[in-house]
Nanobody
Framework: QVQLVESGGGLVQAGGSLRLSCAAS???????MGWFRQVPGKEREFVAA????????HYADSVKGRFTISKDNAKNTGYLQMNSLKPEDTAVYYC?????????????????WGQGTQVTVSS
């Protein structure tokens, strides 16, 4: 079992930056992590994913070049650095985890989820 707690969301102006954190606890060895986001009335959307090793990442086209996924194994914490934010990035952001070696880009791949953190980008 893995428990995840996100933090770092908030209100930011367009063009600004935020860093989301995802603290993992429990059996955290061998986990791959991902970030998703969701707005009311829409399905949860893939944002970024990282393989267990940390050396292989994948991004949605909408965030490529602006967002960076990373992790600190010593702290059991994953991060999503978000730069050049746009109003359309406004959503609840969720981190997710699963046991596995690769990166995974669909929500069905992840059994463990955090509670979500709100990100609001004003124009």
């Amino acid at each position: 079992q893995v428990q995840l707690v996100e933090s770092g969301g908030g209100l930011v102006q367009a063009g600004g930056s935020l860093r989301l954190s995802c603290a993992a606890s429990g059996r955290t060895f061998s986990i791959a992590m991902g970030w998703f986001r969701q707005v009311p009335g829409k399905e949860r959307e893939f944002v970024a994913a990282m393989a267990r090793s940390g050396g292989n990442t994948h991004y949605a086209d909408s965030v490529k070049g602006r967002f960076t996924i990373s992790k600190d194994n010593a702290k059991n914490t994953g991060y999503l650095q978000m730069n050049s934010l746009k109003p359309e990035d406004t959503a609840v952001y969720y981190c997710a985890a699963r046991y596995g070696t690769d990166w995974y880009s669909t929500s069905y791949d992840y059994p463990y989820w955090g509670q979500g953190t709100q990100v609001t980008v004003s124009s």
